[in-house]
Every structure is written in structure tokens, then in C-alpha cells.
């Protein structure tokens, strides 16, 4: 299986850890059913026996084509048209002014050579006999060419120092434009940069937990900021010069025209030659940059995995595997982006083949028109100029279709992270009083994560005001589906979920996360002080209540312990406090935010049992007085419930309080005597081998 579909397997791999609940007969079912979506594949999946029958090789996303990206690229730049044109008005007064200055100064050299070779005319004799007396002495050429001149006894200073100064002002002044409109650019790019991150921010929030749920982090962090860096430098620096280098050749060639069409002629040719070097060599260039920047989320993605699950890799040993597989990325890489360079590379030296190519035919044409008098000195000398002038901008165009072709592959991968579903389409209708009792109700509620494969059917019970309900069962039964639906990270099939009567539907998501306090199995802290990371559970939290929080949690037990107390850093990774420690943080940051409803998944499955007895007593805090939902593997935590629900199959199929449910001998009871009954016979041998 390539790499490729690797990195698609791991996505989809957590995709089928939520998805497992569904009543799929294998893993390879789930996965059918993701890949039968079309945000993932266009064309059918067919299983890969290679794989055990999970996960084949799957076709990429075809890439969009270039114009359309490139146009909507461009179309970034729409609500900044007034600052663009005024961007263009600047390059096209440069280019004017660059433009006319050799033509001038070839009006100058013919000053010059008119004052040089009219010192030579006898006094007395006029151009006209001079030249004739030149073609009776058998120079004929020197003849022609002399009578285009305009001959002066001796060099006119004054007139060859006021055209020289205007050359030296045009390309002052055009240079100074040319500074104005790179300042000006800048600041446009800049703003619609800043704005692009702006919504891919606002994005990455509207996104639902499926789409997160079956993409590498790395590669959505590439998308996010690798990719929008490179479409900025794109829009900076391609934009600039393509519009600079289009107009100068425009103008160029207008200007070769009026010196000399059968020159102009001889120097068009080069541009069709060159459209098709470029067309030829940049349409492979653009494929190669789209792999070369889907290669470099891929290795970001790897890395993210490598440094998230370092521990795990040194503990089972595969640094060698986690070396060998960041290596044939790394290579996969290294391929792409190298085939890229060397193709988009070849641009410019073929280009500039074909300009000297033409430069050689004006040259000697050329001298010969000059000689044969057709063409006065200083225009040739203009028109060489122009030539080489005129295939410097072609050169320019070249080798900004190196970056044009890198950003716009780079926004293509934007732009379809920006074209992900987003969630359902919010209709608050209805609000909550700031307080609310937490009085949850089910009423017969299905949702799937995959079409066809049901996952919870017309499930229906109450949660009563101030009660602590556990939900118990099986790995797969759909106990997290449960409390995320409560949450809206998912939608229902079918069915309401109310709080305190008011359809969740009618409320905004975050008016009804508001009211919901979570405490999950992985205590996540950000970097910051441990006031802080207390604090992000309500900002507007004084310090009387953060130490409130605190104390009613344990918190402050081990915080008083610490060098630096309350501000003490926790770093990106929050290793430097114990497991135990930042889950009585988190269940602190919960207690800060006062919720009316409280939702514990797993929130002590890994820590130790003394730890867990500590956090037992921070939870029975924290649950007071509040409608509670928790979620747990270990019975013992949840003996004190006032419901316990036991799920099987995304069903209800037991609910009561412990006393009840281990009296029906039902799914309850099997489930507390497998945790139970193996720790009693333990206890039992052990006793008997003391007694021994």
C-alpha cells in the first residue's frame, strides 16, 4: 500500500474508532462506508486483501486545473481593486517611462556620432556633396549611412547634456514608481493575507469533529500555514513582476514597431517559442509542485505523529519503524520537490536559448540596415537595446511561473480546506435563563456516523435536575456518542434532545456548550500559568472564585507545594505536573465555569487508585447541585448514581440505581462481576495461601 493511502488509513482509522459503534460487521464495512463519501474519493474502494480486508489502496483527489484556482486566486485580491489599479497605474508609468528612455538616448549616441563625423565634412562642402564625394571615392555604405545623419561641425554638448539629463530623470522617476507600487503592493497582499488566515481561522471553528476526525493534523496545519505562507509570497512577488514584466514587453514591442517593423519581426519570433517552453515545461511544473506540497503535509503529518507518540515509540521500540517510515516520506519529498525545482528550473535557461537566438538575427540584420543607410546608428543601437530589454521581462516571466505555479498549488489546498462541509447551519430560536436547572431529556433520538449503519435508535430517557447519571457498557456501545450529541459536536438522524424543555436545536452551540462543563479522559492544559489554565473556564472569573475552584478540587493542595505556586508555567505538553494533577485542573477549570450541566468521560480511567480516590472527592464536589452525566469503565466509580444507564448495541438496555440493576442479574450484573469477580478470587487464593 502506498504512503499515500498509509496517511489515509491512520485518518480514516480514527474516524472508525468513533464510527465503531455502529452495528458493522467488520472494520472494513466502516471503512466502505466512509470512502463511499465524496470528500474523500471520487472513484469506488474496493478492499485490499494485502490489508487483511480493512483498508485498500485508495485513488487521490484529483487536483482542480490551474486557470480555475488561479482565477479564484486573483479573485482574493477583489475587495483591494481601487489600491490594484492604482498598483497598475504606477507599473504602467514605470514601464512608459523605462520604456521611451532608450530611444531617447538613441538620439543622443546620433548627436554624437553626427558632431563626430561632421568635423570630418571640408569647410564648405555640404552633407549632400560629402556624401556624394564618398560614393565617387567607392564608399558607398559609408555614404548611405551618412546620409541619415544629421551632421554637426563637432559634438552639440548642450543638446547631448539636456537628453542625457531627461534619460537620467525618466529613470529616476521610474524607478521611483516602480518603489511605490512594491510599498503599496505589499500592504494590499498583506491585508488580504491577513484576512485569508482570518478565515481559514473561522474555518478551522465552523469545521464539524468528523472532518478532524479523518485528516492528519499535520496535514491540516501545512494547509493552514505552510500553504497560506506560500500563496502570500506568491501574490507578492509573482503579482508584482508579472504585471511589471507583461507591460514592459507590451510597451517594448509597441516601441520596436515605430523604430523598425522588420526588426520587430525578427524579435517577435522569440515569443511564441518561448509560450511554448513555458506552456510545454510549466504544465509538468505544476503537477510536480501539487505533490510537492501534498508530500510536505504528509511529513508534517508524520512528524506531528512522531513527537505526539514519542513515548509510546521509545516504550515498544520502534524508533528504527518510526525512522524508516518518516524516511520514505522524507524521500517521497525530497523526489517531488527536486522534480519540481529542475522542471520549473529549465524555464528560464531554455527561454533565454531562444532570446539570444533572436538577438544574433538583429544584430547582424541589423548592421547590415545601418550600413546599407536604412536605419540611422542610434536607433540600431536603440533597437539592441529593446531586444535585450525585451527578453529580460520574457526571462522574469519564466521564472515567476516557478512561484505562480507553487502558489497556486498552494491555494488549491487552501481553497479546499475553505470548500469543507462545515456543521449544520445554526437557527437559534429560542435562549436560556443564565441559570438553568439541567433537566436533559432523549426523546427518541437516532443518529449514525455512516448512512445505513445505525448507531443509537430511538433512544429515550430523562435526566431530572441535580442527578448524577452513569452510563455503562461495552467498548463500542455509543456511551461518548451519547454526551457529544448533548454537546451538538454531532446532529441527529432523528429524534429531539431538550435541556430544561428547550429543543438543544433552537439554542446556538454556544449558548447550550455554555451551559456544559467537560472533563475528559485526556486532561489537555494549555501553555500557561496553572491560574490560567484554571481560569479558561470562565475569563471573567475573579480570583475569589478561581481560589474557590481550586480548593473545593484539591488543586490547591499541590499548588501550595510547588516553587512557584499558582504561577507556575505549564508547558506545551504539560509534563512537568503529574497525570492526576492536571485532571484536578481540568476538574478545576470545570468547577470556574459554574455549569448547569456536567459531563465526566473517563476522567479517572488513568490515573492510580489513590489518585483516584483524590479525584472521586474533587468530582463529587464538582457534581453538586448539578445534572451530571458520567461516563466510566471502573463500576466502583460510579456505586453512588442516582441512575445508571447500561448501553449495548447504541440501546438502553438496563437503567436503575446500582442496588437494582445488580439484583435484575442482567447486563449490569455481568458487567460489575467481570470487573469483580476475577479481583475476589485473587483475594480469596491469597488469603488461603497466608492461612497456608
Known sequence: MSEQNQQKKRGWAAKAEDAKDAKATSEAEVATELLDDEDFVEEEYVPSEADGGMFGDVPAKKAKEFWPSAKRLMGLLKPESVGV??????????????????????IAMDVIFGGVIGRQVPEGVSQEQFVELMRQQGQGNFADMVSKMELTNGIDFPKLTFLISIVLLMYFVANIFLWAQGWLLNRIVMRVIKKLRNDVQAKLNRLPLNYFDTRQRGDILSRVTNDVDNVQQGLQQAFSQLVSSVLTVLGIT???????????????????????????????????????????????G???????????????GRDADMLERFDEKNEELYKASFGAQFVSGVIFPAMNFVSYLSYVGIAVVGGLRVASGSMSLGDAAAFIQYSREFTQPLGQIAGMANMLQSGVASAERVFEF???????????TRHLPSKTDGHVEFEHVSFSYVEDKPLIEDLSFAAEPGHTV???????????????LVMRFYELNAGRITLDGVDIKDLSRAELRSKVGMVLQDAWLFGGTIYDNIRYGNLDATEEQIMEAAKATYVDRFVRALPDGYQTIIDEEGNN????????????????????????????????????????????????????????????????????????????????????????????????????????????????????
Request: no cysteine; charged share 20%.
Open 85 to 106: 489599479y492604482i498598483v497598475i497605474g504606477l507599473v504602467i508609468v514605470s514601464v512608459v517611462l523605462n520604456v521611451i528612455a532608450p530611444k531617447v538616448l538613441g
Open 254 to 300: 509597441v516601441m520596436m514597431f515605430i523604430v523598425s517593423w522588420e526588426l520587430a519581426l525578427i524579435a517577435l519570433i522569440a515569443l511564441p517559442l518561448s509560450g511554448i517552453v513555458a506552456g510545454v515545461i510549466g504544465a509538468r511544473s505544476q503537477k510536480l509542485f501539487a505533490a510537492q506540497w501534498k508530500n510536505t503535509g504528509a511529513l508534517n
Open 302 to 316: 508524520q512528524i506531528e505523529e512522531s513527537f505526539s507518540g514519542h513515548d509510546l515509540v521509545k516504550v515498544f
Open 418 to 428: 475553505l470548500d469543507a462541509d462545515e456543521e449544520v447551519e445554526e437557527n437559534a
Open 470 to 484: 452513569a452510563i455503562v457498557g461495552p467498548t463500542g456501545a455509543g456511551k461518548t456518542t451519547l454526551v457529544n
Open 577 to 692: 505536573v503529574s497525570a492526576g494533577e492536571k485532571q484536578l485542573i481540568t476538574i478545576a477549570r470545570a468547577f470556574v465555569s459554574d455549569p448547569s450541566l456536567l459531563i465526566l468521560d473517563e476522567a479517572t480511567s488513568s490515573v492510580d487508585t489513590r489518585t483516584e480516590l483524590l479525584l472521586q472527592k474533587a468530582m463529587a464536589a464538582l457534581r453538586t447541585d448539578r445534572t451530571s452525566f458520567v461516563i466510566a469503565h471502573r463500576l466502583s466509580t460510579i456505586r453512588d448514581a442516582d441512575t445508571i444507564l447500561v448501553m449495548e448495541n447504541g440501546k438502553i438496555v438496563e437503567q436503575g440505581n446500582h442496588t437494582r440493576l445488580l439484583a435484575l442479574q442482567g447486563a449490569y450484573y455481568r458487567l460489575y462481576m467481570s470487573q469483580f469477580a476475577g479481583e475476589e478470587e485473587t483475594a480469596v487464593d491469597d488469603s488461603t495461601a497466608v492461612h497456608s
